[in-house]
């Protein structure tokens, strides 16, 4: 199987990630070619993930050497009108409400883009059946699959939970990229007043490029670096683990999200978890008091009270440890690729 992969990113977004281990599999394990069509900005950008994994990287494009094309994310998908191609096109989806909610095409265009695709793929029902559903019911049910995403297991062994002893700092962790839409300035907010009484400190792992969508008052406040703050910027995914394994709490205020996998590796690591409550998460099998606790999105009081309570109670943050372990546990990585790999064969044989 020769593929060619379209997308802007290969960097450290959930998208690029999943797509960047999907390809990993395809060329190391089932022996797949697979090339991305790139820039030069790109080709420099992206070297050290194309080598690590097996991607090749190409300039000029020549479709009669490839089998499928695989476009990563609605924002990539327009490209599709640049191949002009005789092969069949995959759109992966991992947006949701904020795309849609910011898009400049017409419902009529966003209908005809979503009609070039031979197959689309979701992440969940509810980005086919609520978000996106207008553009795409008239599509033959073939041509539309949903294939949630897997969690890869950790390197790292989850263990019973560890709770500070007292006086001692209780550790949050956030992981995204730091933008408006994650919501960081919320949490940021709630453990800064929270530190006037209790000790604690959170992380914030991911990006800091966007930070400044959040306006000039926040990059400001970022640069103060309060000691109950640490905004650590990108690191090696598999330091990220590392971070995880050693806090008391992972926190995800975003309040839009399609299928993240932060909280869900997080509570691999039997990590408990607080999240902005989302639509996409019941479908994915976050349960409020279950496997996690959710909390209006913005709603800083109420995510004060969720953080307290996780810290306050032993017997209510190894409940949601067990809960949330067990929820990444029902979605292996393997599933997954088995799914993905099975849909892309099959629209090649089509």
Same mark, same amino acid.
């Given at each position: 199987?020769?593929?060619?992969?379209?997308?802007?990113? #290969? $960097? !450290? /977004?959930? !998208? !690029?990630i999943m797509l960047n281990k999907t390809i990993h599999y395809w060329v190391n394990e089932l022996g797949w070619t697979v090339a991305a069509a790139v820039n030069e900005a790109m080709e420099v950008l992206y070297q !050290? /993930?194309?080598k690590k994994n097996g991607i090749q990287p190409v300039k000029n494009v020549d479709l009669k050497n490839y089998d499928v094309v695989l476009i990563n994310t609605l924002l990539d998908a327009p490209q599709i009108d640049r191949l002009n191609a005789s092969i069949p096109v995959v759109l992966w989806v991992h947006e949701g409400e904020t795309w849609l909610d910011n898009s400049t095409m017409t419902a009529g265009d966003l209908t005809r883009l979503f009609a070039k695709f031979n197959l689309i793929i979701f992440q969940t029902d509810w980005q086919r059946l609520e978000v996106f559903r207008s553009f795409i019911y008239r599509l033959e049910k073939n041509r539309v699959a949903v294939i949630p995403n897997g969690i890869t297991p950790s390197y790292l062994a989850a263990t019973e939970i560890q709770y500070p002893i007292k006086d001692s700092t209780f550790r949050v962790v956030n992981v995204g990229s730091v933008y408006a839409r994650k919501r960081q300035a919320d949490l940021a907010s709630v453990i800064e007043k929270m530190a006037q009484d209790t000790s604690i400190i959170c992380k914030f792992i991911g990006d800091l490029q966007h930070a400044h969508t959040f306006g000039p008052e926040f990059t400001h406040y970022i640069n103060q670096k309060l000691p109950c703050h640490e905004w650590v910027g990108i690191i090696p995914h598999e330091q990220i683990n590392t971070e995880l394994a050693q806090a008391n709490l992972f926190c995800f205020p975003s309040g839009d999200e399609s299928f993240p996998l932060a909280p869900l590796e997080a509570a691999n690591l039997k990590i408990p978890v607080v999240m902005a409550d989302l639509a996409p998460y019941r479908q994915i099998g976050w349960k409020?008091?279950? +496997?996690?606790?959710? #909390?209006?999105? $913005? +709603?800083?009081a109420e995510l004060e009270k969720a953080i307290r309570r996780v810290q306050e109670d032993p017997m209510l943050a190894a409940k949601l440890a067990q809960g949330g372990f067990e929820l990444a546990q029902s979605l292996p990585f393997d599933t997954y690729l088995k799914q993905i790999t099975k849909a892309i064969e099959a629209i090649k044989i089509a």
């Open positions: 199987m020769k593929i060619l992969s379209l997308t802007h990113s #290969y $960097g !450290a /977004d959930g !998208a !690029a !050290a /993930d194309f409020h008091e279950v +496997n996690c606790l959710l #909390y209006p999105v $913005g +709603n800083l």
